[in-house]
């Protein structure tokens, strides 16, 4: 897994000295968020939340870990400092290992540039501060250090845009000119398969393949095979939310699949 290292917000906070240039990035983020809320509905973000077991399915199954993630180790960080400044970004979440300094920084997007990846090297940066200030365990032993691994879910069908000078000024001032390097985990949906989403029998990749395609056809009969292959009750719940919210179905596909989930419960 491409991971942010202590040695890394140390290189940052020694070569990044733009306060003013930190300022105006995060109101840039503010305006893009709000954009970004009218038209994404987070639908992934949604079930990572309230499932802790998803998260981990997530990290086990899309990313390349040494080890298996186990749920229970897994915690919400509520840290009251990073809630407050980044109160106002719902689409990003952050979680740590039990008994580990290791935090996972995930953030769903319908679009991705270098001011998203610099939204997420603000966090990394937060963090780190944060942890730096309120750890006594690395007052105690130096060799103990945090680490942050980023995660980017990528959910929008256009190509990504990258070092696009037009739109992403800051983000591409930033990383071109001070050589800075932001290594991260991206995971897009449009790269998997459905027969792969499906194989892997989790509700995470029940929820990108309704998402990889939600603007096409296919929709409702892929919905109705995840119903049939799915006899947990908590996932049928959550496949009955997300079909009612759904944009796509008209409201006799969406009868006619919670009819299927109805008589699946009996």
Known sequence: MKAFTYRDYIKCIHTLRLNAVFKLAE??????LKEENKTNKQMITS??????????????????????????????YDDNYISRKYKIDKTK???????KETFF?????????????????NYCISVMQEWNVTNKIQKE??????????????IGHEKI?????????????????????????LIDI??????????????????MLIEKLKNTKETNQVIETIILNTDNKNKLNIIK???????ILNEEEKKQLLYIIDNKEG
């Open 27 to 32: 109101e840039s983020a503010k305006y893009n």
């Open 47 to 76: 079930v990572l939340k309230r499932h802790t077991r998803e998260l981990a399915n997530l990290i086990n199954d899309f990313l390349d870990t040494k080890q298996k993630i186990k749920y229970k180790d897994l915690i919400k």
């Open 93 to 99: 979440l952050i979680y740590k290992l039990k008994d």
């Open 105 to 121: 920084l995930i953030k769903e997007v319908d679009k991705l540039d270098n001011i998203v990846l610099y939204e997420i090297l």
């Open 141 to 154: 032993n130096k060799n103990i250090t945090p680490i942050i691994i980023p995660i980017i879910i990528y």
């Open 161 to 185: 845009k990258i070092n696009n000078k037009k739109n992403n000024r800051i983000g591409d001032y930033i990383f071109k000119n001070y050589n800075i390097n932001l290594d991260y985990n």
């Open 190 to 207: 449009n790269k998997l398969s459905t027969k792969f989403l499906i194989q892997k029998g989790t509700m995470i990749s029940y929820m």
């Open 241 to 247: 939310d997300i079909i009612k919210s759904n944009d």
